[in-house]
């Protein structure tokens, strides 16, 4: 049995991830190559957003492996071959809670390490894409504001590299205002920073005092362009990003840190010690709500449904007790209370399932029969 789950499982994590993989990276594409950065780029961030996609859909596609494979099962008879060689309940749910552990630590490495590294990954190469030259700049057939007094604008980019009609406009002096265009330009980086080769153009000013205007052409002309693309100072950290042992032990300061309450840091950090938990309530919640369920011609849909019902419910409460944990850190054993909650409820079907079935006594006994006895 727990082969058969942990085959279905795979299947089931590879659609939903596929599913949700393929949902975030059509926003990444949306957003990074629509700014004139590479594929590669495009392709480590949908790697790096990989973890936390994974951590969505495990507690998912362990319910399903639950409910699929005791299904299955059941239809086939092999359930009922189980319980009459005097298997109960309990004991066949011994394979579920192994395959639930076994997604729960899955779960731990994946909230404890990869999510937080590779959303601390993810906000540094953000933050450098930003700064970028060619994130801020290198832009055709559009008017950008790099910073505030600065209008740029490049009517077509060449794949050499070479930027036509180029327009610069520099308001930032308090006492004039000056317009570059030309022909021509280059991006070119030395030790000093990037700098813009403008070649064959004209340089107007004008002089906000007494509105005189003065022209120059010039042949070859390099504006320091490294104040409009500097990545600036490097991107504060979030609750999300920091490693858990530092959550718990330094909790102050890093509440003061990310800018949170002392209780949105605990809530966070103990929220990745009730992940694992919730993926072994919603395997036992899968295969406990079948397992309840008695024999019907119109199959187990009704119990499916009552067992997602019983998921949503468990969502609920941990959105519940979220709010009071936020607002008071002392409150946070509250977290747990939806796996709690989950582990009571499967229980109380797993007691259900093993009462024995007696048939209820007719009104109206054989008189014979009560003789003979």
């Not at 994946?110 to 832009?139: C, F, N, T, Y």
């Not at 019907?296 to 499916?304: C, D, E």
Request: glycine residues 6%; hydrophobic residues 50%.
């Amino acid at each position: 049995m727990l082969s058969q789950l942990m085959v279905v499982f795979g299947f089931f994590a590879l659609v939903l991830v596929m599913v949700y993989w393929v949902n975030r990276s059509v926003s990444l594409f949306d957003e990074l190559i629509a700014d004139g950065h590479s594929a590669g780029i495009f392709l480590e961030f949908t790697l790096l957003s990989l973890p936390t996609v994974i951590a969505i859909v495990l507690p998912m596609a362990a319910f399903g492996a639950a409910v699929y494979v005791t299904n299955r099962m059941s239809n086939e008879s092999e359930m009922t071959v189980l319980k009459a060689t005097g298997l109960s309940p309990w004991r066949l749910a011994r394979p579920v809670l192994v395959f639930g552990i076994l997604i729960g630590a899955m779960m731990a490495m994946l909230s404890h390490v990869l999510v937080p590294a590779s959303i601390a990954q993810l906000r540094l190469r953000e933050g450098q894409i930003a700064g970028s030259v060619s994130a801020r700049l290198l832009h055709e057939g559009t008017f950008l504001h790099p910073t505030r007094g600065v209008t740029f604008y490049i009517r077509e980019i060449t794949p050499e590299g070479e930027l036509r009609d180029v327009y610069l406009s520099d308001r930032r002096d308090s006492e004039r205002a000056v317009t570059y265009t030309a022909a021509t330009a280059y991006v070119l980086n030395d030790d000093e920073g990037p700098r813009l080769t403008m070649q064959s153009g004209l340089a107007q000013t004008l002089r906000y005092e007494d509105q005189t205007l003065s022209t120059t052409d010039f042949t070859n002309l390099t504006y320091d362009i490294s104040g409009l693309v500097s990545a600036g100072d490097a991107p504060r950290r979030r609750a999300r990003q920091v490693p858990t042992w530092e959550l718990l032990t330094d909790t102050e300061a890093v509440a003061e840190e990310v800018n949170d309450s002392v209780g949105e840091v605990l809530e966070e950090a103990h929220s990745r010690f009730e992940l694992p938990l919730l993926c072994v309530v919603a395997a036992l919640i899968g295969y406990a709500a079948l397992m309840a369920s008695r024999f019907s011609r119109f199959g187990v849909t009704r119990q499916i449904v009552g067992a997602i019902f019983l998921l949503v419910l468990i969502k609920i409460i941990e959105s519940v007790v979220g709010g009071p944990v936020r607002a008071n850190g002392a409150l946070w054993p509250l977290i747990y209370l939806p796996s709690v909650s989950g582990l009571g409820i499967a229980c109380l079907l797993l007691w259900q399932a093993s009462r024995p079935f007696r048939p209820a006594r007719r009104a109206n006994a054989d008189p014979v029969a009560e003789a003979g006895a």
